[in-house]
């Protein structure tokens, strides 16, 4: 469900429903609890509640920031992953270069059926939450075979065939710290401190008591903003690969990559 939420509406369209409904929620719930308890707005509990309340909200943030801050450390390994992935297969045609042209020929096109299978096939597997090895694993069987069975000529070719075969060792590395990194998610117990929190925490602004309506208003809608932002957050960030905000394939059509993407 999360994923299809990703990828079938924007951020903004997300956030307008995220954020504005938990503040909708919020002030709806605040009103009709102080309409049919009007003893609340006196304060007569406050110095109570105002302790539960800050108690209650410092456990809270420390748990939303530690998991905002682990989803985006997250959301970074994987750009760099992606960004590691495209330079080794850069890196092997480049080396490849060094090649008698059959053996060079292989090579490319060994790493272009790569890099298009990886954007046109193994992308929206990522994106739709069911990456698979399938499409990418043939191209990359074909470099193995092309270098296994190649036998340097001269120095200058085996000091770029040493480091060619490095290259495509780390290809096949980074593409399985990819494909993990595809299949992670927020464990099911921070999910439940993340959005469960939130159902303590925003009802709790309500027995807070304030004489003016517009103030008790004030007080509840920003609270449930904050909350409704930051669960945006954890929503948006837990699934690197769908999204608006999701790590592009770019790297893998840009340098010495590029060639294999011009008509």
Not at 24 to 39: E, K
Not at 69 to 90: F, G, K, P
Not at 111 to 134: C, F, I, K, L, T
Request: charged share 15%; proline share 5%.
């Amino acid at each position: 469900m999360s994923l299809w939420l990703l990828n079938h509406f924007s951020t903004f369209t997300l956030a307008l429903v995220a954020v504005g409904g938990t503040v909708l929620l919020a002030v709806a719930g605040s009103v009709l609890l102080r309409r049919r308890h009007p003893s609340l707005a006196g304060g007569e509990h406050n110095d109570m509640v105002g302790v539960t309340l800050g108690m209650f909200g410092a456990i809270y943030g420390i748990i939303l920031a530690f998991v905002i801050v682990t989803l985006w450390t997250q959301m970074e390994q994987a750009q760099t992953i992606v960004a590691n992935e495209a330079t080794s297969a850069a890196l092997i045609t480049r080396d490849a270069a060094a090649f008698p042209e059959p053996v060079r020929v292989r090579v490319d096109s060994a790493v272009s059926g790569y890099v298009h299978a990886v954007v046109e096939d193994q992308w929206p597997r990522m994106r739709a939450g069911n990456p698979s090895y399938g499409a990418t694993e043939a191209h990359l069987q074909d470099a193995f075979r092309t270098l296994q069975t190649y036998v340097p000529q001269t120095q200058a070719e085996q000091v770029f065939y040493e480091q060619a075969a490095d290259h495509l060792n780390d290809v096949a590395s980074q593409r399985r710290a990819r494909i993990t990194m595809a299949r992670r998610e927020l464990p099911p117990l921070l999910q439940a401190l993340a959005f469960g929190g939130a159902l303590v925490l925003i009802p709790l602004t309500f027995l807070y008591g304030l004489r003016k309506l517009l103030v008790q208003i004030l007080f509840v809608a920003s609270v449930a903003a904050l909350v409704g932002f930051s669960l945006l957050l954890v929503f948006v960030l837990d699934r690197p690969f769908a999204g608006d905000l999701s790590v592009s394939p770019a790297p893998y059509r840009e340098g010495a990559l590029a060639q294999y993407w011009t008509p």
